[in-house]
């Protein structure tokens, strides 16, 4: 895993986030909010992409590339 893939990850993800939930979107207007969304996103991202257990980049190049 490079890190401008996982940058690109990070990047995705924060965007599904923000796109995918107008409802809240709307509601929220803080800014403190947004950093707190992010925050999540990231974290969430950060797990998925660097334990290999679960289903993320590392476990799809092990399960197909890695043969």
């Not at 979107?25 to 925050?39: D, T």
């Not at 999540?40 to 797990?47: A, G, H, Y």
């Amino acid at each position: 895993m490079s890190w401008i893939t996982t940058l690109g990850i990070i990047l995705f993800m924060i965007g599904c986030t923000y796109y995918e939930w107008p409802n809240l979107r709307n509601k929220v207007k803080e800014k403190k909010a947004y950093v707190i969304l992010s925050s999540i996103t990231l974290v969430i991202t950060l797990f998925i992409t660097f334990i290999p257990d679960l289903p993320g980049p590392v476990y799809l190049y092990n399960k197909w590339i890695g043969k």
